[in-house]
């Protein structure tokens, strides 16, 4: 792994002047995933901020060669040019390697777009699926996904005098599903831990076929916290265990980080205006059963660890 | 040597695309286009082709593989039809406004609700606006011919736009008829080799494909595809040129059939022009000028061709397999009527036939009834009903 200074050197393959919010996440992800790219790369990515905020015509923050279609199809799109490029190194028109990596939101991967990824992850084909998870339909102003949070306040899942709740239902486990397709390497991780989310990024890139990794992606309007404290959000999803590293390798689960000093959650919750409301006394009982859901998964995530 | 062969249509169209042998081939089984995806998958299992074959999840995702694979610099072709194109509907628009010449045949079927599997055109009418060049076809040879000429026709440098080519559910793609296939060298060699000028996979050159316009740029974007399609009709006749070369067989915007001295005119698209052919013969011999145009370009619409064809006639029936709801009549009558503002002379009078949904037979007493109505309403003066559904129980 390369050290921070010689990173520093690289070329930068999504270049500043975009338009993303300060403290995004987003974008911090993907140049940690680019500098992790030792070939060439070609890059798509679904409608949504990223997207919308790094290719304002006639301007593109893209480096490299990239494609946007549409919303629901990020993974079936790049399913089209990994096997144009199959065809035409076939056929001699090509003669480099290049390497593919499909982007999107939750949305665009735990909603809409998740036909289209189970579809691509089962044909195996040589590609990176990276959903950004901002835990909410951002783009569109903070809209509840099946990838929201139980008890995170969004604008379709507002609290209220009749679901002081805000989101009743717990999240979609996204990277479980993948895992389930039986491909080579899903992974879950956060451009925090730097090194950790790089070396992902290369392990997946490395494999023959498919793989995902799911990575969290603060946002700091929907989440409503401080831009300058992404990458502490972050680390608090971590140590809380919300947002455990981990990955599955060939059907093998590893979990990359477990804190020697394992958070409530209630630590990660306060942070962020969205769960505000969680502190009011009628929602006690929610604040338990959230921390109940997060130690079930993690106890569940170490015993499956275990097994291996 | 030219193959003479007893073949249905998807037989017809999957023999075209192994001719073609595109790099990339997207598709998904519907109800009536499947034989094509199999016997095209046939054709990758025995090596006849070097195509990369992916069998996506849905249509949706098929039309999103073939823009990858188009936008990364491949030749790319799916083949649907009916609920499939439907479900296409949002990334035709796409592959139109990113400007990638994907070739699509699409088997004509009638769109749900009530779910039918049989022929008419509201699929392939209801994406008429959609940027893709629309070219119908009569029967297996024509649509095996045209096929092959839309691959030159979407990759020409001053089109560069997907087109579709079309023809009838079962009546074509499972009817058996004669026609006649070209040598594949002889196919090669006019389709030529793809040569893509801007593409994804020249990555020392990346590019951007797909970036957000706002209301300073999306205009002049959309006027762009529009421009591309005022070059499409002289890229077709120049296209048919050559291909007559090759296989002696003649194609332009549009047929005429005993046109030219012709007082009555049917206008008509894909396989029940055969039928209504039959009938002009029957009134000509009792004396009556009969007259039939099969319009084989539908987009872009070749409005100054067909309006000179039709100037000067007595009264016209446009017969249309698709109706668009809007109470005016089916698309190609709408598009008819509306090119026809510009004719020289006398108003011609103009009505419509909506017939054949979900594969409603047509016979020929019914388009003979038809040319009498066109007579009556010359005789009388009076156009009693613009809008008739032809063969329906009322």
Redesign the interface.
């Given at each position: 792994m390369a050290t921070l200074k010689e990173l520093s050197m690289k070329d930068e393959l999504l270049c500043g002047g975009h338009r993303a919010c300060a403290g995004c996440a987003a974008p911090i992800a993907i140049r940690q995933a680019l500098a992790a790219v030792d070939t060439?790369?070609?890059v798509?990515c679904a409608t949504g901020c990223l997207?919308?905020t790094t290719?304002?015509?006639?301007y593109?923050a893209?480096?490299?060669?990239?494609?946007?279609?549409?919303f629901?199809?990020s993974a079936?799109?790049?399913?089209?040019?990994?096997?144009?490029?199959?065809?035409?190194k076939?056929?001699g028109?090509?003669k480099?390697d290049?390497q593919f990596i499909a982007i999107g939101g939750d949305g665009g991967t735990y909603d809409i777009g998740l036909?289209?990824l189970?579809?691509?992850m089962?044909?195996g084909h040589d590609m990176v699926y990276i959903c950004y998870d901002n835990q909410a339909y951002m783009n569109t102003g903070i809209q509840r996904s099946s990838a929201t949070p139980k008890g995170a306040s969004t604008t379709t899942s507002p609290t209220g005098s009749a679901i002081p709740a805000g989101k009743v239902q717990i999240r979609k486990d996204l990277t479980e599903i993948m895992a389930a397709h039986h491909i080579p390497y899903a992974a879950q991780g956060a451009p925090s831990h730097w090194k950790d989310f790089m070396r992902k990024v290369k392990k997946a890139l490395a494999v023959e076929g498919p793989a995902f990794i799911n990575v969290l992606s603060p946002c700091r309007l929907g989440w409503r916290f401080d831009p300058a404290e992404t990458i502490d959000i972050m680390r608090l999803a971590v140590s809380t265990c919300f947002w455990p590293l981990y990955e599955i390798e060939n059907g093998v689960v590893k979990v990359n980080q477990k804190p020697r000093d394992k958070r409530p959650v209630r630590e990660w919750l306060e942070k962020q205006g969205r769960f505000r409301h969680l502190f009011a006394p009628e929602n006690e009982g929610l604040l338990e059963e959230i921390q109940k859901d997060i130690d079930d998964n993690w106890n569940r995530l170490l015993a499956r660890e275990a097994m291996a | 040597m030219s193959r003479r062969v007893a073949i249905t249509g998807n037989e017809a169209i999957a023999e075209a695309m192994r001719q073609i042998n595109p790099d990339v081939v997207a598709a998904y089984p519907i109800t009536p286009a499947t034989e094509i995806v199999q016997m095209f998958a046939n054709s990758v299992s025995d090596g006849k082709v070097d195509t990369e074959f992916v069998t996506v999840e849905s249509e949706h995702s098929a039309m999103s593989a073939a823009i990858g694979a188009s936008a990364a610099g491949a030749r790319a072709m799916t083949a649907t039809s009916s609920q499939g194109l439907a479900l296409m509907w949002e990334m035709l628009y796409i592959a139109a406004g990113l400007k990638l010449p994907i070739v699509a045949p699409i088997v004509n079927r009638a769109l749900s609700a009530p779910i039918n599997i049989h022929c008419d055109h509201s699929d392939t009418m209801g994406a008429r606006d959609s940027g893709w060049i629309q070219i119908y076809s009569e029967d297996a040879q024509e649509a095996y011919d045209n096929l092959i000429q839309a691959i030159r026709i979407a990759e020409h440098p001053d089109v560069l736009l997907p087109a579709m080519v079309t023809m009838d559910g079962f009546i074509v793609s499972h009817g058996m008829s004669n026609a006649e296939f070209l040598d594949d060298d002889v196919v090669r060699g006019f389709i030529k080799e793809y040569e893509p000028k801007h593409y994804l996979l020249d990555v020392e050159n990346p590019i951007t494909v797909g970036a957000l316009d706002f209301s300073d740029w999306y205009f002049e974007h959309r006027r762009q595809v529009a421009d591309a399609h005022t070059r499409v009709k002289d890229v077709v006749l120049q296209v048919a040129e050559e291909f007559k070369g090759i296989s002696g067989r003649e194609y332009k915007l549009f047929d005429g059939y005993k046109l030219d001295d012709a007082e009555y005119a049917i206008v008509i698209v894909n396989s029940a022009a055969g039928t209504a052919k039959t009938v002009v013969d029957e009134l000509r011999a009792k004396g009556l000028k009969a007259g039939l145009l099969k319009i084989r370009l539908f987009r872009p619409f070749p409005q100054e061709e067909i309006v000179e064809a039709l100037s000067g006639k007595k009264a016209i029936a446009v017969l249309d397999r698709a109706d668009t709801l809007s109470l005016m009549g089916g698309p190609l009558y709408i598009d008819l009527r509306a090119a026809m503002y510009d004719s020289p002379g006398p108003r011609v009078k103009m009505v419509n036939y909506i017939y054949g949904l979900g594969g409603r037979d047509i016979n020929m007493e019914q388009i003979a009834g038809v040319y009498n109505d066109l007579v009556e309403i010359v005789k009388t003066g009076e156009i009693k009903r613009s809008v008739t559904y032809l063969g329906v129980r009322e």
């Amino acid at each position: 792994m390369a050290t921070l200074k010689e990173l520093s050197m690289k070329d930068e393959l999504l270049c500043g002047g975009h338009r993303a919010c300060a403290g995004c996440a987003a974008p911090i992800a993907i140049r940690q995933a680019l500098a992790a790219v030792d070939t060439d790369v070609v890059v798509g990515c679904a409608t949504g901020c990223l997207e919308v905020t790094t290719t304002i015509y006639p301007y593109t923050a893209w480096n490299v060669p990239f494609i946007h279609s549409a919303f629901e199809n990020s993974a079936a799109t790049i399913s089209g040019v990994e096997t144009a490029y199959r065809a035409l190194k076939k056929r001699g028109k090509i003669k480099r390697d290049i390497q593919f990596i499909a982007i999107g939101g939750d949305g665009g991967t735990y909603d809409i777009g998740l036909q289209s990824l189970s579809g691509a992850m089962e044909r195996g084909h040589d590609m990176v699926y990276i959903c950004y998870d901002n835990q909410a339909y951002m783009n569109t102003g903070i809209q509840r996904s099946s990838a929201t949070p139980k008890g995170a306040s969004t604008t379709t899942s507002p609290t209220g005098s009749a679901i002081p709740a805000g989101k009743v239902q717990i999240r979609k486990d996204l990277t479980e599903i993948m895992a389930a397709h039986h491909i080579p390497y899903a992974a879950q991780g956060a451009p925090s831990h730097w090194k950790d989310f790089m070396r992902k990024v290369k392990k997946a890139l490395a494999v023959e076929g498919p793989a995902f990794i799911n990575v969290l992606s603060p946002c700091r309007l929907g989440w409503r916290f401080d831009p300058a404290e992404t990458i502490d959000i972050m680390r608090l999803a971590v140590s809380t265990c919300f947002w455990p590293l981990y990955e599955i390798e060939n059907g093998v689960v590893k979990v990359n980080q477990k804190p020697r000093d394992k958070r409530p959650v209630r630590e990660w919750l306060e942070k962020q205006g969205r769960f505000r409301h969680l502190f009011a006394p009628e929602n006690e009982g929610l604040l338990e059963e959230i921390q109940k859901d997060i130690d079930d998964n993690w106890n569940r995530l170490l015993a499956r660890e275990a097994m291996a | 040597m030219s193959r003479r062969v007893a073949i249905t249509g998807n037989e017809a169209i999957a023999e075209a695309m192994r001719q073609i042998n595109p790099d990339v081939v997207a598709a998904y089984p519907i109800t009536p286009a499947t034989e094509i995806v199999q016997m095209f998958a046939n054709s990758v299992s025995d090596g006849k082709v070097d195509t990369e074959f992916v069998t996506v999840e849905s249509e949706h995702s098929a039309m999103s593989a073939a823009i990858g694979a188009s936008a990364a610099g491949a030749r790319a072709m799916t083949a649907t039809s009916s609920q499939g194109l439907a479900l296409m509907w949002e990334m035709l628009y796409i592959a139109a406004g990113l400007k990638l010449p994907i070739v699509a045949p699409i088997v004509n079927r009638a769109l749900s609700a009530p779910i039918n599997i049989h022929c008419d055109h509201s699929d392939t009418m209801g994406a008429r606006d959609s940027g893709w060049i629309q070219i119908y076809s009569e029967d297996a040879q024509e649509a095996y011919d045209n096929l092959i000429q839309a691959i030159r026709i979407a990759e020409h440098p001053d089109v560069l736009l997907p087109a579709m080519v079309t023809m009838d559910g079962f009546i074509v793609s499972h009817g058996m008829s004669n026609a006649e296939f070209l040598d594949d060298d002889v196919v090669r060699g006019f389709i030529k080799e793809y040569e893509p000028k801007h593409y994804l996979l020249d990555v020392e050159n990346p590019i951007t494909v797909g970036a957000l316009d706002f209301s300073d740029w999306y205009f002049e974007h959309r006027r762009q595809v529009a421009d591309a399609h005022t070059r499409v009709k002289d890229v077709v006749l120049q296209v048919a040129e050559e291909f007559k070369g090759i296989s002696g067989r003649e194609y332009k915007l549009f047929d005429g059939y005993k046109l030219d001295d012709a007082e009555y005119a049917i206008v008509i698209v894909n396989s029940a022009a055969g039928t209504a052919k039959t009938v002009v013969d029957e009134l000509r011999a009792k004396g009556l000028k009969a007259g039939l145009l099969k319009i084989r370009l539908f987009r872009p619409f070749p409005q100054e061709e067909i309006v000179e064809a039709l100037s000067g006639k007595k009264a016209i029936a446009v017969l249309d397999r698709a109706d668009t709801l809007s109470l005016m009549g089916g698309p190609l009558y709408i598009d008819l009527r509306a090119a026809m503002y510009d004719s020289p002379g006398p108003r011609v009078k103009m009505v419509n036939y909506i017939y054949g949904l979900g594969g409603r037979d047509i016979n020929m007493e019914q388009i003979a009834g038809v040319y009498n109505d066109l007579v009556e309403i010359v005789k009388t003066g009076e156009i009693k009903r613009s809008v008739t559904y032809l063969g329906v129980r009322e």
